[in-house]
């Protein structure tokens, strides 16, 4: 079992519809990010959390650390947000760098 | 903002050559990392880096070694490529928790 699990792996949605992309982790953490990757393989982090939750735009991210679970949510999808979304998380004072999920595959359709 | 550099972008090459990736930053972040990511798989850690002479190994076994003379630039080696180094190679700095990503070269050994 991965330490860090996501869902759905593939998404494909019409335009206008919200967007809900989960990730469960087994192992502690000093933070969890939520990263975009585009068809050309480049990587842009979305958001680093802890705690609570984060807003940037239309996207929005949620951690329970409690129980270990995290969403990033996109309200008013567009094709252009069409990407592979990436969960990854920081280990407390295990080995260094971040342990991925396999990523989400999403399809915004016009 | 970060940047981070890595070229090529795109190499294909033949089995047995040697090459070398390279990785620069320009922000005099001390960490700095290797992940390997093949074709619809999630990333895995390869090098990290804690600074100038700092090398370390990471999750993934891999042929390949890096080196660390100045702060700003990770070069990645492969003495002898093979088929099985094909595969997208992404590296990274830090500044705090925070990852930051180059756009990676996607290798190709025929």
């Not at chain 1, 998380?89 to 999403?106: E, N, P, R, Y």
């Not at chain 2, 390997?36 to 850690?45: A, R």
């Not at chain 2, 370390?56 to 042929?63: A, P, R």
């Amino acid at each position: 079992k991965n330490e860090v699990e996501q869902s759905p792996q593939n998404l494909t949605a019409q335009e206008g519809e919200f967007i809900t992309i989960n990730c469960s982790y087994s192992v502690g953490i000093s933070a969890l990010h939520w990263l975009q990757q585009h068809p050309g393989g480049g990587i842009v982090s979305l958001f680093m959390l802890s705690s609570g939750k984060k807003k940037h735009g239309r996207l929005i991210a949620t951690i329970n650390i409690q129980e270990k679970h995290s969403s990033l949510h996109i309200t008013a999808s567009h094709p252009r947000d069409s990407a592979v979304y990436i969960c990854a998380v920081s280990h407390i004072g295990g080995a260094d760098g971040l342990t991925f999920g396999k990523g989400t595959h999403l399809i915004i359709q016009p | 903002e970060a940047d981070i550099y890595q070229t090529p972008r795109y190499l294909v090459i033949g089995t047995g050559k040697k090459i070398t990736l390279e990785c620069s930053q320009t922000m005099g972040h001390d960490k700095m990392y290797w992940y390997q990511q093949d074709p619809g798989m999630e990333l895995h850690l390869i090098h990290y880096s804690y600074g100038v002479n700092s090398t370390e190994k990471g999750d993934l076994s891999s042929e390949s070694t890096v080196s660390r003379i100045r702060t700003e630039h990770f070069p990645l080696t492969l003495e002898s490529a093979r088929p099985s180094h094909t595969s997208q190679y992404l590296c990274a700095s830090t500044w705090g928790p925070e990852q930051f990503f180059g756009p990676g070269t996607r290798l190709t050994v025929l």
